[in-house]
């Protein structure tokens, strides 16, 4: 019986640490990419950059986790596919952007800064450029999760990583 409930909970495991690794996944790639970026504008050197990315995608990654372990904006999910990947996608970016700000008033804090100082006069802008992006690059997970929710994971995996096989002719 111990034996049991110790394999559920290592086979429970090992699905919630694959749901965070994907979730890491794709944040850490959509975070490199900017990080790339602003080195190649800045013109520095983009190691520091690449390790923020990687620290911020481990911890956002973790904030999506918990929130959809919470069953954060999930009220939609029996409308057609576009009505949830939107709400999701908007609902997420919002609290991506919340962590976000945070995150700048206590690096802002660290150096020295003042409150004011770390959100900064042009953050506004800033922010709500970076909710808008977080909102258009969150739809295609959301869209990979909804299609897996509604085919199976295991399923959408096979069609995404393994060969497929065709179940009728192709039409000449």
């Not at 794709?26 to 504008?41: E, M, N």
């Not at 959809?68 to 999930?74: G, S």
């Not at 409150?115 to 800033?126: K, Q, T, V, Y």
Request: glycine letters at 6%.
């Amino acid at each position: 019986m111990a034996g049991d409930l110790l394999n559920l909970v290592k086979e429970k495991g090992v699905v919630e640490a694959k749901k965070l690794l994907w979730i890491f996944a794709y944040l850490w790639v959509l975070l490199s990419l900017f990080a790339l970026h602003k080195s190649i504008v800045l013109g520095e050197p983009s190691f520091y950059h690449q390790g923020f990315a990687i620290i911020n995608a481990f911890v956002l990654a973790k904030i999506m986790f918990i929130a959809e372990e919470f069953h954060v904006a999930e009220e939609l999910g029996d409308r057609p596919l576009i009505y949830p990947i939107a709400y999701r996608s908007a609902v997420f970016s919002m609290i991506l952007i919340i962590f976000h700000v945070i995150e700048e008033v206590i690096v802002g804090l660290w150096k020295g800064k003042t409150l004011m100082d770390s959100i900064g006069a042009n953050s506004f802008l800033e922010m709500l450029v970076l909710a808008v992006i977080m909102f258009v690059v969150l739809m295609p997970f959301f869209a990979l999760r909804e299609v897996a929710r509604d085919i199976g994971g295991d399923k959408l995996y096979e069609h995404f990583f393994l060969r497929r096989t065709r179940s009728f002719p192709l039409q000449s």
